[in-house]
């Protein structure tokens, strides 16, 4: 026969097994062995320390699963363990600095299966996290642990599933390696069943055929759930105020992002209420954001960063997008870096699409207060092929309900230096200043045909008279062999000059101005046809189109001037007019 105090001491062992931690047994606990079985035990305690960090597991119903063969012949073996409704309690105010590794206990393997049920997680008394579920499972004849999960994540639920070589070494200066696969689900979807058993293994970052990813983008594209999860694998370390990954790799879709990841807590508070800072200050100020967009109040949305401040990073990677039937990308280098509230970011590319050499660094401005954020942004671009930047933008969102939208065509060259401030999106643009200079050549334009409209003024076609109405541009597409100007902004008025476009047998010359903060657009040129009838000068114009844009930059409005023919049609630079007060 085999006594309570044995049942009870199996019970302990194994719990420490997984935890690390002491199972303790309250007053008045009971044992009971039910049919099939299974022994259950209520109002139990686990507790522990790790790296400074003390905490306990309130387990208000604690189930065992026995082994039938060991248990015949006088042995022991739990298969599963299951606690119901645990309440994980942490108290880190006494943690270790960040630069001490967190050392785990040397305890015997972990062996078959835990299940965690509706946990709550509790920092100094106040519940943090609620309905928390997990499933570890144990792989025979090794360290690693499999799990699965769903984390809550407000009226949504993070699904995890995971491979862990050493859990105990992550926890250690030596870390372990991981595999990670995340996927964002409702909350709905949760029935109240227990998470999934544990697979054996979960696909590599790298395992992905052009099959699968052929169908992954299709799910993507028409919008369909399940498009398949995030995954991320690396050596993972963690103390309790910083947390590393490094030669890590991560997969959405079809795109691989590898490098280094490290995030430290540098406030004086517990590391967790530093965490929930920084959560709910993202989570406010997207849905301050969002409201504010949707209001129409853009101009009044905060440029506070404050609530990043408990949290530095550093990040250094490179990504490769060849999915598909996508032209192939790669971004050489990706680097983050924060430093409370200041940010630092660098990304160089290369690929099918172009080259691209940009920075930007924000950070609170030396003159403002404490809420003025100041921005600097500065870089290049190199044959970047707009075409193929549009199609392959357009691959990540739904596709049109009717046809597919016509995209402009051309090699770019571009560099941009800008720099701002202020402590709304509003006052960002009201001190927004720098320059923007871009030259396209070998392109066309969408939504107008401007040689068959030059043609029908030509021949003498009227407008704006009491039998014709407005000018209005045939449709189709004009192509161009140049396309250049420079925007010099300052305060906030952004300054069109140098802008022309020449094609085979016509130029524009255009300057204007806009005022960013209110979207107000002023802006004269002159579109000239030159003649092809056969005999004639091609150099010699054939009719000069003066013409007028204003209204919003969201929706300008085109007004055609008195169209001169033929001698008169030399065309001249236009400056930038004055806009009237």
């Known amino acids: 026969m085999i006594s309570h105090q044995q049942l009870q001491s199996a019970l302990a062992e194994y719990a420490?097994?997984?935890?690390?931690?002491?199972?303790?047994?309250?007053?008045?606990?009971?044992?009971?062995?039910?049919?099939?079985?299974?022994?259950?035990?209520?109002?139990?305690?686990?507790?522990g320390s790790t790296g400074g960090v003390a905490w306990r597991i309130e387990v208000a119903s604690l189930s065992a699963s026995l082994r039938?063969?060991?248990?015949?012949?006088?042995?022991?073996?739990?298969?599963?363990?299951?606690?119901?409704?645990?309440?994980?309690?942490?108290?880190?105010?006494?943690?270790?600095p960040p630069d001490l590794p967190l050392m785990a206990r040397e305890l015997a393997t972990p062996v078959g299966e835990v299940i965690v049920t509706n946990a709550s997680v509790a920092h100094q008394g106040t519940d943090e996290i609620r309905g928390l579920d997990l499933r570890l499972a144990a792989v025979p004849d090794s360290s690693s642990v499999l799990l699965t999960g769903a984390l809550p994540a407000g009226e949504r639920q993070i699904r995890i599933k995971a491979r862990i070589d050493d859990p105990a070494a992550v926890f250690s200066e030596r870390g372990s390696k991981a595999r990670l696969?995340?996927?964002?689900?409702?909350?709905?979807?949760?029935?109240?069943?227990?998470?999934?058993?544990?697979?054996?293994?979960?696909?590599?970052?790298?395992?992905?055929?052009?099959?699968?990813?052929?169908?992954?983008?299709?799910?993507?594209?028409?919008?369909?759930?399940?498009?398949?999860?995030?995954t991320l694998e690396g050596r993972f370390t963690a103390a309790p105020r910083s947390f590393e990954v490094a030669d890590a790799s991560m997969s959405v879709g079809g795109i691989l992002v590898a490098g280094d990841l490290a995030a430290t807590l540098t406030g004086e508070e517990p590391p967790l209420a530093q965490l929930n800072r920084v959560a709910r200050g993202a989570q406010s100020a997207w849905r301050d954001t969002a409201v504010a967009i949707g209001s129409g109040a853009w101009r009044e949305i905060s440029t506070s960063i404050d609530w990043l401040a408990p949290l530095d990073i550093e990040m250094s990677a490179h990504l490769r997008d060849d999915g598909f039937g996508k032209p192939e990308i790669e971004v050489t280098r990706i680097r983050l870096e924060t430093r409370g509230t200041d940010v630092h970011f660098d990304i160089s590319s290369a690929g099918d699409l172009g080259r691209i050499e940009a920075g930007m660094t924000l950070g609170p401005h030396p003159r403002g207060g404490a809420d003025t954020l100041r921005i600097a942004t500065k870089g290049r671009l190199e044959e970047v092929d707009v075409g193929d930047v549009g199609r392959y933008i357009l691959t990540f969102?739904?596709?049109?309900?009717a046809s597919?939208?016509?995209?402009?065509?051309?090699?770019?060259?571009?560099?941009?230096?800008?720099?701002?401030?202020?402590?709304?999106?509003?006052?960002?643009?009201?001190?927004?200043?720098?320059?923007?200079?871009?030259?396209?050549?070998?392109?066309?334009?969408?939504?107008?045909?401007?040689?068959?409209?030059?043609?029908?003024?030509?021949?003498?076609?009227?407008?704006?008279?009491?039998?014709?109405?407005?000018?209005?541009?045939?449709?189709?597409?004009?192509?161009?062999?140049?396309?250049e100007g420079r925007i010099h902004v300052d305060a906030g008025r952004a300054r069109l000059t140098g802008a022309r476009i020449i094609g085979e047998r016509y130029a524009i010359n255009i300057g204007g101005e806009a005022d960013l903060l209110i979207g107000e657009l002023w802006a004269e040129g002159k579109a000239t046809?030159?003649?092809?009838?056969?005999?004639?000068?091609?150099?010699?114009?054939?009719?000069?189109?003066?013409?007028?844009?204003?209204?919003?930059?969201?929706?300008?409005?085109?007004?055609?001037?008195?169209?001169?023919?033929?001698?008169?049609?030399?065309?001249?630079?236009?400056?930038?007019?004055?806009?009237?007060?």
């Open 397 to 401: 969102v739904p596709p049109p309900l």
């Open 404 to 483: 597919p939208p016509q995209l402009p065509e051309g090699m770019l060259q571009s560099e941009f230096e800008l720099t701002a401030h202020g402590e709304t999106l509003g006052g960002m643009l009201a001190t927004l200043e720098g320059t923007v200079e871009a030259e396209a050549r070998d392109g066309s334009l969408v939504g107008a045909d401007l040689i068959l409209t030059l043609e029908a003024v030509a021949q003498g076609r009227d407008f704006m008279t009491e039998q014709d109405g407005p000018l209005v541009p045939a449709a189709g597409r004009t192509m161009f062999d140049t396309l």
């Open 529 to 581: 046809l030159y003649s092809d009838a056969p005999g004639s000068d091609a150099s010699v114009p054939s009719v000069g189109l003066p013409f007028g844009l204003g209204g919003t930059l969201a929706a300008p409005v085109f007004a055609a001037g008195v169209p001169m023919r033929e001698a008169e049609a030399e065309v001249e630079p236009t400056a930038a007019p004055a806009p009237s007060e």
């Open 16 to 47: 420490e097994d997984w935890t690390r931690g002491e199972l303790h047994l309250l007053q008045d606990v009971e044992v009971t062995l039910n049919r099939g079985l299974k022994m259950t035990m209520a109002n139990s305690v686990i507790t």
């Open 68 to 96: 039938t063969w060991p248990l015949l012949r006088g042995r022991i073996e739990i298969a599963q363990l299951v606690l119901d409704r645990p309440r994980i309690v942490i108290d880190d105010r006494d943690a270790a």
């Open 181 to 230: 696969a995340l996927r964002g689900a409702n909350a709905a979807e949760n029935d109240g069943s227990l998470p999934p058993r544990p697979q054996p293994d979960i696909s590599p970052v790298e395992g992905k055929s052009e099959v699968m990813r052929a169908l992954r983008q299709v799910a993507m594209v028409t919008g369909l759930p399940g498009a398949g999860p995030v």
